[in-house]
């Protein structure tokens, strides 16, 4: 080795040596040192899922709680809430699921539940039934008149505006507000027990509009509304590809 | 014997530097240069029906009830956020915690063009920038394209959470190490929908296999105009949109 | 659960303008992460200060070389304990090596910098010291003489052959050294470059912009701490040296200013997405730390002072006393101005919120691991670290050669 060794010149000599000696201990204290758990990649993921699997379980899922409470699962199968998971409501169950007697879910009553997802707010969805909970039968708790696991109001909605709030109060601070929503819509009894089953009817045609806003309209309800001509009016357009009905204003 | 030689020079040289650009490539995330990879097995995606959305945050709260995310606001594994565009064009946007107070503009604020919620969650990339960055590989994908953290060999060093683009990452103030949305794996590995899922009261959400061909995930895709967040950084997410406005990022 | 985390997070909530993602209102990369690139920065630039000598045979910075070499050692020592100290969990730092992803620039910078410093940085000062450490063991005793021989790895050769060889050695080592300078602070610039999430981190120019103002720091840090040192160790500064290098600095100055200047009007120009909340974000956060501080303080006025003196030569040749008062100045702004650019990026990229609708807040701590206190340590080591170099490895010969800059063969050989 020393032989070699001499071959090169002194310093690099040296250079060699310590380099070789570094590696020699590097690769020892990796093949030999270090524990394979530690350098092993794929060995570290397969160990992680197993963990991440074997977290706890809070909540029981949607199919779980008919096995007992079968009488208010067929309830809750017809009505307005059948898409709701009963955890929804009454929050994880999954230790009452495996333990009945132990713990009891919640069962909210408190009348600032349901208004989380039933308050008015107009970045709900059209059609969504919202109240205004300060309104609404105050201090009544919600559970009083509806069954939350049929929650049917006691008596069918009259006013539209129990499901379209949104629409109802745009339409009230505009020119269209002595309107009533039957005027232009007409709505089967059945929308307002199974909204999605059928869908109140809309104008068709220009002439619609045309019977309060045409020139030679005859309409008492129409006498200080704003006049147009229908032949020359709008082209070929319908009216409400440019004016909002529930907001028709032309200026801001 | 020149003629030789200079051949077997070129020969090797090419050889070698073969060598070399393929080393290279393997730096290079295969996607990069378009190659495939076949998708048997679950394939995890994720649907979201924007105009659903009744922005009631009961999805957060079952999130943090089933993977013991801190309470506090700071962190969150999914959000709701709440756009209102006026009339002016201006579009302002909040993220709803559960238990706000039902805050209403006034029903007379006509400035109102457009308002609607969109829930946020991170959206399991097929090509995730998070996995790409990790020094250490504790963030990884499974072979059912849900990306983890591991826990255990994660060093804090906080790049995932710089190189996600939507924000979904955060670093756990108790482990000290980055969490985020895992699907609830422990959850859809024993055939049960992800918390948030299972208690949206107006099917918002969707979870499901994307390779299975009968499944509310497939009519979600079938039946929608289907959009993702940020599709310009080809982070190719699997959380798709229906009905999601062009005001969203 | 942290209280202080906690605490610190619900006093920037009301700071918040606009609406940034949840999550986003911790800023992740503070106080240290500004700190690390400062001083990778000076590494590369003292070490292409050093090589300046060596390849392009400037020799009037001849006096400079071997301190610029022993302030990027000191340097990147401290380097890797701002990124460690940073991390969630310190203990598992050795990950890094042991599964790193070949994906992960961040883990293949690990690489570059063992590279850097064993391959490059510590080779070539040993080289350059290798006879000088010979001589050092012969004229000593007792722990100072064994540290000697173990510093030159118990050589005691200084025949022609040997001495050939450094020389030829040191030539190599600093020609492959010059690419990976570039390399370890461009590496820096790609960690935040490569990230498409953050559009004021991902550019093309950021590797670049980071190894120019990487040069331009470095190569002040080393005039400044020469202009320092050399009368307190009762030295005479020599003038033609400093002036040489304040040249480059000079042309250095010029080239990261111009290539921050492309970078700003390239992105009005193009008037993406972002500019909106990233013009919000300068103008109100990072007013004082971009405008003032990086840009007028940091690179116009020292421009502006140093070209006084070009222009007025005959005035400031004669009175050498104004050119050092100006130059001092200058240096010292500069290291103002590129820790500040520092800041503004790492800071600024994470001010902004992705959703490109709000901004949030940095709120410096005092104390603690990402403290001001912490950090001024971390920036105040390396010269604690180089004093022990200058008195293992004395520069001073080479340093006090007056007027003879360079007259000394190449190669800083022992005498």
Known sequence: MGKLLEKFPDPLARLIVVVSALVALGAFAYFVLIPKPVKDIEMQWSDAIKREKARPVRYAGFQVCEECHGEIHNKKKTGYHRDLSCETCHGPAKAHAENPDNTKPVIPTARTFCPQCHAYNPSRPRGFPQINPVAHNPLKPCSSCHNPHDPKPPTTPKECSACHGEIARMKAVSHHVQLECTVCHEAPQQHKVSPRSVKPSKPQTREFCGKCHGKDTKEKLAANAPKIDMAEHGEKYVCWQCHYPHSPEVEQ | MNGRRSFLRGFFAVLLSGGAIEGVLKLIPSKAYGKEVARTGKWYGYGVSVDKCIGCARCMDACKNENNVPREPFFVRTWVERYITRKNGQTIVKAIAPGDEAMPEAASDRTILRSFFVPKLCNQCANPPCVQVCPVGATFQTADGVVLVNEKTCIGCRYCIQACPYGARYLHPVSHTADKCTFCYHRISQGQLPACVEVCPTQTRIFGDLNAAASPMSRFLRMNKIHTLKPGLNTEPKVFYANLDGEVR | ?415
Not at chain 3, 39 to 63: D, W
Not at chain 3, 111 to 117: E, Q, T
Not at chain 3, 156 to 163: H, Q
Not at chain 3, 380 to 408: D, M, N, Q, S, Y
Request: net charge neutral; aromatic share 12%; glycine share 6%.
């Open chain 3, 1 to 415: 659960m942290n209280p202080e985390i906690i605490r610190t997070l619900q006093e920037l909530l009301p700071q918040i303008q606009g609406y940034i993602y949840p999550n986003e209102i911790e800023i992740h990369w503070g106080l240290l992460i500004v700190v690390y690139p400062y001083i990778t920065g000076v590494v590369a630039g003292a070490f292409i200060l050093a090589s300046l000598v060596k390849v392009f045979n400037v020799k009037e910075v001849q006096p400079l070389y071997r301190l610029s070499l022993l302030t990027a050692l000191a340097y990147l020592l401290v380097a890797p304990m701002a990124l460690v100290s940073h991390l969630g969990h310190p203990g598992r730092f050795y990950e890094i090596l042991l599964t790193p992803q070949t994906s992960s620039a961040m883990a293949m910078f690990g690489f570059v910098y063992a590279w850097y410093l064993m391959a490059v940085l510590l080779l070539e000062i040993w080289f350059v010291h290798r006879t000088d450490m010979i001589d050092m063991a012969e004229n000593s005793t007792g722990a100072t003489r064994l540290l000697y021989r173990a510093l030159s790895l118990f050589s005691k050769d200084k025949g022609e052959r040997a001495v050939a060889f450094d020389h030829k050695a040191l030539k190599v080592i600093t020609i492959v050294g010059i690419p990976s300078a570039f390399l370890l602070h461009g590496y820096v610039g790609f960690i935040f470059g490569s990230i498409k999430a953050n559009p004021w981190w991902s550019s093309v120019l950021i590797p670049i912009v980071f190894l120019f103002s990487a040069i331009v720091s470095g190569i002040a840090l080393v005039v400044l701490l020469y202009m320092i040192i050399t009368p307190l160790t009762g030295g005479k500064i020599n003038m033609k040296c400093v002036d040489k290098a304040v040249d480059f600095l000079f042309y250095a100055v010029i080239v990261d200013f111009s290539l921050e200047m492309v970078d700003f009007i390239h992105r009005v120009y193009q008037s993406e997405e972002e500019i909106k909340i990233l013009s919000e974000m300068v103008m109100n956060k990072l007013f004082a730390s971009l405008i003032i501080i990086q840009v007028l303080l940091g690179m116009l006025v020292p421009l502006l002072l140093i070209s006084l003196t070009k222009i007025f030569k005959k005035r400031f040749g004669l009175n050498e006393d104004m050119r050092k008062m100006v130059y001092f100045i200058s240096v010292i702004l500069i290291q103002f101005g590129i820790f500040a650019t520092r800041w503004n990026v790492v800071i600024g990229g994470q001010m902004f919120s992705k959703s490109f609708r709000g901004l949030t807040t940095y709120k410096m701590e005092f104390g603690g691991i990402e403290g001001l206190l912490y950090a001024i340590a971390l920036l105040a080591l390396p010269v604690v670290i180089l004093f022990v170099l200058l008195k293992v490895l004395p520069p001073w010969k080479e340093l006090r050669e007056e007027g003879e800059a360079g007259t000394e063969a190449l190669g800083g050989a022992s005498s």
